[in-house]
C-alpha cells in the first residue's frame, strides 16, 4: 500500500506567526497555510515552481490596508507579500516563496458604470471577459485585448500593461487607465490620476510616503528627461515597468498610473481601477488569408497593414496544424478551404471593423482589391475568405485564443515553453527579424510554432523543451542570451506584452544609465523591498539582487524526481502547463463546475493536476512505484487489507496529517464531468488520474459506504426493478432517508420508474437484439435496424424516456432493436474501482463487439454513459474500440431515412446541453439543430455549465451545496424563466434529475420531442 505522506515544506514560523496576527486582528477574508493550496499556488504559466508560505485572499480594501501595515512591524519586515490577479503570467510575474495575496476570489466587483462618460469602476479582481460581458448591454467594451481574457483580471493586466490584437488601435492597458486606488505598504491608500502643478505642490509639501512618491518621480522625470527621450524606442509596444517616458503625459501632468502600470506588484496593493471604455463596433469583418510559406505571410502583412485594417494577426503552419486536431476547427474550418495542390504554411487574419454595413463593405472592399489583384503572384497569398459579422469573426477569434494551449499539447516529452514568447521589434523589421529567430531556434533542433500581432511587430514563439533533462534546460539560457542580442540589432524588446516578471534580470541592461532610476522608485514604495522582490527592480539602497531566470527553481526541476512509470502511468495530468484555461469566469461555460462554486484553485483542473504532480514527487522521494503499487491493490483481497486500512482510518479520524488526505479533499469534490478533458488546451483529464489516486488511496484507507452503494447499483438494478415496490416505499420513509443521508451518504434517492421497459417493449412490439432477432431482419429492414444499449439510469429510473425514444426511432423510419441490458462501469471508473471497472468493460465490450460486427450500428442515449465506451473503454481495454454512437451523431448521419418527415412546424425549442457531452463530443449540439431542422423544428441554444448533478455526485451528502450552487450558476435562470416553459430539451439523466428535485420540472429528452411533434401532426 502507498505509504503515510508528510514529509512535507512547512509553513515557515516567521509567516505562521504572520497569518497568526493576521486572523487576531480581524482580516475578514481567507487565510491559508495548508500544503495542498500553497502547493497549486506554486506555479502559474511559466518555467517556474515557487512554494509560497501561504496564500492569503483579502475580503475588501480594509483586509489590504492591515496586511500592509502588520508586514511593516518589527518582527514582520522580513514578510514577502506578491498580489496575484488570474495567475496567468508567462515569467513568474506572481510567484513567491512569501505570501500570495489573491486579489481574484473576492475583491471582483464592478462598482459603477457610467455609460454616458464611457468609464466604468472596478475591484482589481474583475476579469477582463467578465467586464465586458457586464458592458455589453450598454454597447461599450474595455479595449486592451488579451487571449487569457477569460481568466486574467484587471488587476494583473493593469500591474502587466497587458495588450494583444488590436493594440496597434486601441493600444496597452496603460492607455485606458483614468484613475487608480492602491494600497501602499505603510497602509496608506492613494489615488492616483494626473496631477496638476498646483496640485502636485501641494502633494509634495507633505511629510508622508505619497509626497516622497510624487517628488521622486518628478524628479526623475525633469532630470533625466532627454535621456528617456533617447532610450525608449519608437515601439507600439513600448517599455513598461515604471514607465519613464510616461511620468509626465502630453499636457505635462504627472501621472502615477502609468508608473504603476506594468509595476508587477512591485509598488503596492491595486484595489480599484477607473477605466475608460469604448463604443463596441456595430460589426466586424475577418479577412482569412492563406499563404504557401510563413515568411511570405509575414513580409505580405507589412503590404496589407496599406488597407488600413483594425488588426492583423499571423499563425504559422504549426499551430495552424494543430488548430486541425482539435474540435474548435469544426466552427473555423469553412474560412480555411483547402487550396488545391499546394500547402498552406502560414495564414494572416486582417480584421475591419465598422459602425455600419455599408461602411464595413467599403473598407473590406480595399483588402479585396488588393488580394484579387496579388493572389497566386510569388510572394503574395494563395487564396483568402471572409468571415462577416461578430459571430462569425468570434468563431476565428476564439480559434486564435487557444493557439498557445495546442502548442502545449504536443506529442512528446519536449513541450513548448514560454521564455522567449513575446519579444517585439518594429513591424517593419519583424520578417527579417523572426527569420534570425528561427536560425537560432533551427541551429539547435528545436521545435516551436508561431503566432502573434504583426500589426505591432509581436510574434509569440514557444520552443519545445524538455525541462526534466537538465541539458536541455540550460538551453533557456543560451537563447534567451542569444535573442537578447538579436533584439538589440533590431531596436526590439524581450518583453513586448507579457510583462517581465523573472526576465527582469535584464532589466537593468535595457535600461542602462536609467535603471539607477527605477531603483529609486522602487524605493520610495517599498524600501524594505517586500513587494513581490526581485521584478522589475530592486531599492536603490537594498543590496538584494534581481531574481536570474536560471537560479529560481523550475518545475522541471521537481519533475524530474517523479518515477518514470509513475510519470507515465498519470501523464494525463503531468503536462498541465499552468495557463490557467480551466479558471474560466463565464457560468455559462462548462469548464470546470467545483472551481466555479467554490472559486478554491485546489478544485479545479489546474489544482487537481498540480496535486497529482506533487503527490507523486512524494512518493517518489519515498522510491514507491505507483504502476507496481496499482498493481498491488488489484490483487490484494478485501479481508487481507481490511485490519491494517481500518488501523489507518482511525489514525485519519484521529487527524493524523498525510498529504494523501489533502489530495483525496481535492478529488472528493469533482464531478467527473470531463470538461477539463474536452476543454482544456492540453486535454488534461482529471477523472481518470482521480480514479486511479482512488484505486491507491483506498488501498491505505477505508472506503465510505457511498462508494460501495454507487459502484453496485448498476449491478443490482435489474434485480431491484422486479422489486420496485420493496425499493420504492422504503427509501420515502423518514427513518430510511435519515439512514441513507447521515450513515450511507446519500440523499434523495431516486425512484425505479413506475413502468418496466420489458412490458412497455412487448406493448409496442419493440425487438431485442438478439441473435436470432437479427438473422431474421429482411434486407429493408437491417438497412434501417439500430441497436439501442441501455444504461442503467434511464432504463431503470427514466423508463418513459427509453420507450419514447425507441417508438420517436420507429416513427422515424428505423427498425430500433434494444440490447438486453449489461453494466457500463462508469460508477466504477468514477470511485477508482479499477479493476472491477476493467472486468466490466472487458464482459460488455465482448458483447458490444458481437452485435456491432453484425454491422448494425449502435446507439446510446445518456451522454457520459455512451461516451465511457469510447473514452475509459479505449483506455482499459487492448483491441479494436466499441463504437456506441450518441444518438443524435447517429441520426445526423442517416438524415435520409426521415428526410421526408418534415413538419413545417413553427414551434422552436431550447436545448441546455449536456456539459461532458459539449465539451467531450463538440458538435453534439449542431447535430441536434440539424437533425431537428429536417424535421421542421427548430432548436436553439441556451448556453449553460454544469447542471450539478454529474451521475451520482449530486445525490452524495456532502456535496449538497456544492451541487445546488453549480445548478444556480447557470441552469436555475432558464428554468424558471416562464417563457421558456414547456420549450427547454436536455440530453441528459442527470440535468433531468437535477431540475425535477430543484424545480419539480420534468424536462424532455429531444427524441420525446420528436415523437411529441410528430404524433401531434398525425393526430
Ligand atoms: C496562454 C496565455 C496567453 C497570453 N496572452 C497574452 C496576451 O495576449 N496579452 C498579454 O498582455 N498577456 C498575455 N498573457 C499573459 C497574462 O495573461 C497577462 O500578463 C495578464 O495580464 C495577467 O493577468 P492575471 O490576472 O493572470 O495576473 P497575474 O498573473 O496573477 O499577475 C500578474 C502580475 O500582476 C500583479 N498583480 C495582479 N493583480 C494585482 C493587484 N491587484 N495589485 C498589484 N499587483 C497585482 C502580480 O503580482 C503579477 O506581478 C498570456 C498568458 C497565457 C498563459
Ligand atoms: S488544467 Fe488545462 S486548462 Fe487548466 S491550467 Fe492546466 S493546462 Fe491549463
Ligand atoms: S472533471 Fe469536471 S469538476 Fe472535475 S476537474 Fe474536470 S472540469 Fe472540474
Same mark, same amino acid.
Given at each position: 500500500m502507498i505509504p503515510r505522506l508528510h514529509e512535507i515544506s512547512n509553513t515557515q514560523t516567521l509567516y505562521l506567526n504572520f497569518l497568526r496576527r493576521l486572523e487576531k486582528d480581524g482580516f475578514k477574508g481567507d487565510i491559508s497555510p495548508e500544503y495542498s493550496e500553497r502547493v497549486v499556488s506554486a506555479t502559474d504559466n511559466s518555467i517556474y515552481q515557487v512554494l509560497p508560505q501561504g496564500i492569503v485572499c483579502p475580503k475588501n480594501i480594509d483586509d489590504l490596508v492591515l496586511l500592509a501595515r502588520l508586514s511593516q512591524e518589527d518582527p514582520f519586515q522580513q514578510v514577502v507579500l506578491s498580489a496575484r490577479g488570474g495567475g496567468t503570467g508567462t515569467n513568474g510575474q506572481s510567484l513567491t516563496d512569501g505570501l500570495v495575496v489573491d486579489i481574484s476570489k473576492h475583491m471582483n466587483t464592478i462598482l459603477e458604470i457610467n455609460a454616458d462618460e464611457r468609464w466604468v469602476r472596478v475591484q482589481t479582481g474583475v476579469v477582463k471577459d467578465q467586464l465586458n460581458a457586464a458592458l455589453k448591454p450598454y454597447g461599450l467594451f474595455f479595449a486592451p485585448e488579451l487571449s487569457t481574457s477569460n481568466r486574467a483580471t484587471i488587476g494583473g493586466m493593469i500591474n502587466t500593461d497587458a495588450s494583444g490584437q488590436g493594440s496597434v488601435m486601441y493600444g496597452k492597458t496603460r492607455d485606458h487607465v483614468l484613475a487608480l486606488k492602491t494600497v501602499l505598504l505603510d497602509g496608506t491608500v492613494i489615488n492616483t490620476a494626473p496631477v496638476e502643478s498646483t496640485e502636485l505642490t501641494q502633494l509634495i509639501s507633505g511629510q508622508d510616503r505619497i509626497a516622497s512618491i510624487y517628488q521622486t518621480v518628478a524628479d526623475i522625470y525633469d532630470q533625466h528627461r532627454e535621456e528617456i527621450k533617447a532610450l525608449f524606442p519608437p515601439l507600439n509596444r513600448c517599455l513598461t515597468g515604471y514607465d519613464l517616458a510616461h511620468i509626465r503625459d502630453e499636457q505635462q501632468r504627472i501621472n502615477l498610473n502609468n508608473v504603476l502600470c506594468g509595476s508587477e506588484g512591485t509598488l503596492g496593493f491595486i484595489t480599484e481601477a477607473k477605466l475608460n471604455v469604448l463604443q463596441i463596433p456595430k460589426t466586424s469583418a475577418l479577412v482569412c488569408v492563406q499563404y504557401g510559406d510563413f515568411e511570405t505571410s509575414l513580409r505580405d502583412a507589412q503590404a496589407l497593414m496599406a488597407c488600413h485594417p483594425t488588426s492583423i494577426e499571423t499563425v504559422d503552419s504549426k499551430v495552424l496544424g494543430l488548430a486541425k486536431d482539435d474540435l474548435i476547427w469544426n466552427s473555423v474550418a469553412q474560412f480555411f478551404p483547402e487550396p488545391t495542390g499546394q500547402t498552406v504554411a502560414g495564414i494572416n487574419l486582417v480584421e475591419y471593423t465598422a459602425d455600419t454595413d455599408e461602411e464595413l463593405k467599403q473598407k473590406v472592399a480595399v483588402i479585396?482589391?488588393?488580394?484579387?489583384?496579388?493572389?497566386?503572384?510569388?510572394?503574395?497569398?494563395?487564396?483568402?475568405?471572409?468571415?462577416?459579422?461578430?459571430?462569425?469573426?468570434?468563431?476565428?477569434?476564439?480559434?486564435r485564443k487557444k493557439s498557445v494551449g495546442f502548442l502545449g499539447n504536443a506529442q512528446s516529452e519536449a513541450r513548448p515553453i514560454p521564455f522567449v514568447e513575446d519579444t517585439a521589434v518594429p513591424p517593419e523589421n519583424l520578417a527579417d527579424y523572426i527569420m534570425e529567430f528561427r536560425a537560432i531556434l533551427d541551429e539547435y533542433n528545436l521545435q516551436y510554432g508561431m503566432f502573434g500581432h504583426v500589426d505591432a511587430g509581436v510574434l509569440h514563439v514557444r520552443p519545445a523543451l524538455d525541462m526534466k533533462d537538465p541539458e536541455q534546460e540550460k538551453m533557456v539560457r543560451v537563447i534567451t542570451d542569444r535573442l537578447v542580442s538579436l533584439i538589440r540589432k533590431y531596436n526590439g524588446l524581450l518583453w513586448g506584452e507579457h510583462g517581465k516578471g523573472v526576465r527582469s534580470e535584464y532589466a537593468p541592461d535595457f535600461f542602462g544609465n536609467l535603471y539607477p532610476q527605477l531603483q529609486k522608485i522602487k524605493q520610495a514604495f517599498d524600501p524594505r523591498n517586500q513587494l513581490n522582490p526581485g521584478k522589475i527592480a530592486t531599492p536603490l539602497e537594498s543590496p538584494v539582487q534581481l531574481l536570474k531566470i536560471d537560479e529560481v527553481a523550475t518545475r522541471g526541476q521537481l519533475d524530474r524526481t517523479i518515477e518514470q512509470d509513475s510519470w507515465q502511468q498519470y501523464s494525463e495530468s503531468m503536462y498541465c502547463n499552468g495557463n490557467g484555461a480551466c479558471f474560466n469566469y463565464d457560468s455559462a461555460d462548462a469548464m470546470c463546475p467545483s472551481w466555479k462554486a467554490t472559486r478554491i484553485r485546489k478544485y479545479s483542473p489546474k489544482g487537481r493536476s498540480s496535486l497529482i504532480r506533487e503527490w507523486l514527487r512524494l512518493l517518489s522521494d519515498k522510491q514507491v512505484d505507483t504502476v507496481q503499487e496499482s498493481g498491488i491493490a488489484n490483487y490484494i483481497s478485501w479481508p487481507v487489507s481490511f485490519i491494517p486500512r481500518l488501523f489507518n482510518t482511525l489514525k485519519k479520524h484521529n487527524g493524523e496529517y498525510d498529504f494523501n488526505h489533502e489530495v483525496y479533499d481535492a478529488m472528493s469534490t469533482c464531478l467527473a464531468c470531463k470538461s477539463c478533458t474536452g476543454s482544456c488546451p492540453i486535454k488534461v483529464d482529471i477523472p481518470e488520474s482521480r480514479a486511479k489516486f482512488l484505486h491507491l488511496y483506498h488501498a491505505r484507507y477505508l472506503r465510505p459506504l457511498k462508494d460501495y452503494l454507487i459502484g453496485?447499483?448498476? #449491478?443490482?438494478?435489474?434485480?431491484?426493478?422486479?422489486?420496485?415496490?420493496?425499493?420504492?416505499?422504503?427509501?420515502r420513509w423518514t427513518p430510511v432517508k435519515w439512514f441513507l443521508r447521515h450513515v450511507a451518504g446519500m440523499v434523495d434517492s431516486p425512484l425505479i420508474s413506475d413502468i418496466s421497459l420489458k412490458q412497455e417493449m412487448k406493448k409496442h412490439q419493440l425487438p431485442w437484439a438478439t441473435a436470432l432477432n437479427i438473422s431474421r431482419l429482411s434486407k429493408e429492414q437491417k438497412s434501417k435496424a439500430v441497436i439501442y444499449v441501455q444504461d442503467a439510469f434511464t432504463s431503470y429510473f427514466d423508463t418513459q424516456v427509453v420507450v419514447d425514444t425507441l417508438l420517436a426511432l420507429r416513427a422515424l423510419g428505423f427498425h430500433p432493436m434494444v440490447m438486453p441490458y449489461m453494466a457500463n462501469g462508469k460508477p466504477l471508473h468514477v470511485h477508482g474501482f479499477l479493476s472491477r471497472f476493467q472486468k466490466t468493460a472487458f464482459k460488455t465490450a465482448d458483447k458490444l463487439k458481437k452485435l456491432q460486427n453484425t454491422g448494425i450500428p449502435l446507439i446510446g442515449l445518456d451522454p457520459s454513459t455512451t461516451l465511457t465506451y469510447r473514452a475509459e473503454y479505449q483506455k482499459y481495454l487492448e483491441g479494436n474500440p466499441v463504437n456506441v454512437m450518441l444518438i443524435q451523431e447517429f441520426l445526423s448521419e442517416r438524415q435520409d431515412v426521415f428526410a421526408d418527415k418534415?413538419?413545417?412546424?413553427?414551434?422552436?425549442?431550447?436545448?441546455?446541453?449536456?456539459?461532458?457531452?459539449?465539451?467531450?463530443?463538440?458538435?453534439?449540439?449542431?447535430?441536434?439543430?440539424?437533425? #431537428?431542422?429536417?424535421?421542421?423544428?427548430?432548436l436553439n441554444e441556451i448556453k449553460v455549465g454544469c447542471c450539478g448533478m454529474a451521475g451520482t455526485f449530486g445525490h452524495e451528502t456532502r456535496n449538497q451545496d456544492i451541487s445546488r450552487k453549480i445548478y444556480e450558476l447557470s441552469w436555475q435562470g432558464p428554468v424558471k424563466n416562464p417563457k421558456n416553459q414547456g420549450k427547454l430539451l436536455t440530453t441528459g439523466y442527470s440535468c433531468r434529475s437535477q431540475v425535477k428535485r430543484y424545480e419539480h420540472q420534468i424536462l424532455l429528452h429531444p427524441m420525446q420531442q420528436i415523437l411529441k411533434s410528430l404524433s401531434e401532426t398525425n393526430d
Open positions: 479585396q482589391k488588393e488580394l484579387d489583384a496579388t493572389c497566386g503572384k510569388a510572394g503574395k497569398a494563395i487564396q483568402y475568405a471572409i468571415a462577416w459579422g461578430h459571430e462569425q469573426v468570434n468563431q476565428v477569434w476564439n480559434m453496485s447499483l448498476e #449491478f443490482l438494478m435489474p434485480t431491484l426493478a422486479l422489486w420496485k415496490d420493496i425499493y420504492n416505499k422504503p427509501i418534415t413538419l413545417h412546424s413553427e414551434d422552436a425549442f431550447h436545448i441546455l446541453g449536456h456539459c461532458t457531452e459539449k465539451t467531450n463530443a463538440a458538435s453534439s449540439i449542431q447535430q441536434w439543430q440539424q437533425v #431537428f431542422k429536417v424535421i421542421g423544428l427548430t
